[in-house]
Nanobody, 114 residues
Framework: QVQLVESGGGLVQAGGSLRLSCAAS????????MGWYRQAPGKQRELVAG???????NYAESLKGRFTISRDNAKNTVYLQMSSLKPEDTAVYFC????????WGQGTQVTVSS
């Protein structure tokens, strides 16, 4: 059974930083692009960033320069380093393959206060 477990969220002031982690089942991690997604209250889930097994990355245009996605294939873990956080970044953050193929995990809440 595929499992996706996100962690690292929390409450941070505007301008602060957070690093999110996602541990994924090894069976899916090594061969798939992985993505970070987020869902703000009352909004649809959106793609934040993606990364191929080889490390090629892509980002939502509005987030370029503030967010960095990376992966550690040996640990089956994908990371999202977020900096210069804004209140509008407040959301639940999820990881999944890209495109999303598996049941979503619980996500990790990121709250940015002004």
């Amino acid at each position: 059974q595929v499992q996706l477990v996100e962690s690292g969220g929390g409450l941070v002031q505007a301008g602060g930083s957070l690093r999110l982690s996602c541990a994924a089942s090894g069976s899916i991690f090594s061969i798939n692009r992985m993505g970070w997604y987020r869902q703000a209250p009352g909004k649809q889930r959106e793609l934040v960033a993606g990364i191929t097994p080889g490390g090629t990355t892509n980002y939502a245009e509005s987030l370029k320069g503030r967010f960095t996605i990376s992966r550690d294939n040996a640990k089956n873990t994908v990371y999202l380093q977020m900096s210069s956080l804004k209140p509008e970044d407040t959301a639940v953050y999820f990881c999944n393959t890209l495109p999303s193929l598996y049941v979503w995990g619980q996500g990790t809440q990121v709250t940015v206060s002004s």
